[in-house]
């Protein structure tokens, strides 16, 4: 079948989606361009983000893309520099979402697959997500100041990654070996193939499918905001998000299967 191309180039084949077994699985499909985001895109990432908020049957997403070396090679440059000559627009002015923060606000977890490299909007996927999983012998970085842009986007990566690596990044542009980011703390796992990367997100994804889901949605909106409030205000929010976790049906059937050697039946409330 023919893709057909949208108002702004873009394919709507560019970012694939699939629901199975409770994993959402977003593929970022341009391999020829070293998959760089779009304006058709980034819509379109915005648009998934909100269906599967509100998609009960979807527990935890995969965020991976077409092999070719590039996990994500950031915005579309080229599409960029066209917007500006034909529009007298910066594309960051016709973006719904610029620096893709309704990521940030998906309660649902979500688990990067970097199958490549990822640098400027490839970094931005990267740390907006809650688990990432990398490609041996790949490079990650933030590479903005080296394209005459910037970003804002990284400041999370202060609690993510130590002050003097990130203000290396962010001031260098260059990029860092996965390996190393592993050692940070900032990729969970290091796998030698592209499909190995997959099957080591997709298992992290199913474990957590497995678990309660009003669970596991406090426990990623509690650490979230952690960070947005710093430790004494976080604490405070984390135990009001946990309230009705602990009036659920769910805090009672953790226990009772366990009494009773059985797998819990998670109902969601």
Same mark, same amino acid.
């Given at each position: 079948?023919?893709?057909? @191309? @949208? ?13 199975s ?7 970022? +499909?341009? =391999? ?6 779009? $304006? ?37 440059? %080229? ?14 002015? $016709?973006? /719904?979402?610029?620096?893709?923060? #309704?990521?940030?606000?998906?309660? %649902? =977890?979500? $688990? ?15 740390? +907006? ?19 005459? #842009?910037?970003?804002p ?8 990654? =130590?002050? !003097? ?9 260059? @990029?860092?070996?996965?390996? /190393? ?5 900032f ?6 193939? !592209?499909?190995?990367? /997959? ?6 994804a199913?474990?957590?499918?497995? +678990?309660?889901?009003?669970? &596991?949605?406090?426990? %990623?909106?509690?650490?979230?905001a ?5 430790? &004494? ?6 135990? %009001? ?18 009494a009773?050697?059985?797998?819990? /039946?998670?109902?969601?409330?």
């Amino acid at each position: 079948m023919t893709a057909t @191309t @949208t108002e702004t180039g873009g394919s709507d084949d560019d970012v694939l989606y699939e629901v199975s077994e409770g994993i959402a699985t977003i593929t970022l +499909n341009r =391999p020829a361009q070293r998959n760089a985001l779009t $304006v058709a895109a980034n819509r379109r990432l915005y648009e998934l983000w909100q269906e599967i908020d509100f998609d009960g049957a979807v527990g935890a997403v995969v965020l991976t893309s077409a092999d070719c070396g590039t996990f994500c090679a950031g915005m579309d440059l %080229k599409e960029a520099a066209r917007i500006r000559r034909e529009r007298g627009e910066d594309i960051l002015a $016709v973006l /719904r979402d610029p620096f893709y923060g #309704r990521m940030r606000e998906v309660r %649902k =977890p979500i $688990v990067a697959a970097m199958t490549g490299h990822f640098v400027a909007g490839g970094m931005v996927l990267a740390l +907006n997500a809650d688990l990432r999983v990398g490609l041996a012998g790949t490079r990650g970085g933030i590479t903005e100041a080296r394209m005459g #842009r910037g970003a804002p986007w990284a400041v999370p990566l202060v609690w993510m990654l =130590p002050q !003097p690596v990130l203000m290396e990044l962010i001031l260098t542009g260059e @990029t860092m070996d996965i390996e /190393r980011l592993h050692q940070l703390g900032f990729v969970n796992y290091v796998e030698p193939t !592209p499909d190995a990367v /997959r099957t080591r997100a997709r298992e992290l994804a199913r474990r957590i499918c497995s +678990n309660a889901p009003l669970s &596991v949605a406090a426990g %990623k909106a509690s650490i979230m905001a952690a960070m947005a409030e710093g430790c &004494v205000r976080g604490l405070a929010m984390a135990a %009001k998000i946990h309230e009705p976790v602990y009036a659920s049906e769910d805090a009672q059937e953790g226990p009772r299967a366990f009494a009773e050697r059985r797998p819990p /039946r998670w109902l969601g409330r």
